[in-house]
């Protein structure tokens, strides 16, 4: 036998469940809008993607030059890296 609090529980959780289904339903009316707007999401997510990888390897590459002086085993690698970034 279900105590009140366990059967409250149950309410609320249903309760919320209608909402958030009220909700997609009344945002996501056609399919079309959902494709286009997932299209576009995706088109962002991907430029996004490409620009923050672009910044984080620059940082990786400046911040391994900062230190060709001092371990010159991997110096010679990144000058190649930076080299071959500066002739493109």
């Given amino acids: 036998m279900k105590t009140i609090k366990a059967i409250k529980d149950d309410n609320e ?26 299209f576009i999401r995706g088109v962002f997510f991907g430029l996004g993607s490409i620009i923050g990888g672009t910044i984080v390897v620059a940082i990786i590459v400046w911040f391994l030059s900062q230190f060709t002086n001092i371990f010159p085993e991997t110096g010679a690698y990144v000058n190649q890296i930076t080299n071959s970034i500066q002739q493109k």
């Fill in 13 to 38: 959780r249903s309760a919320r469940h209608q909402l958030i289904e009220e909700l997609f339903n009344d945002f996501y009316s056609s399919r079309r809008r959902i494709y286009w707007m997932n």
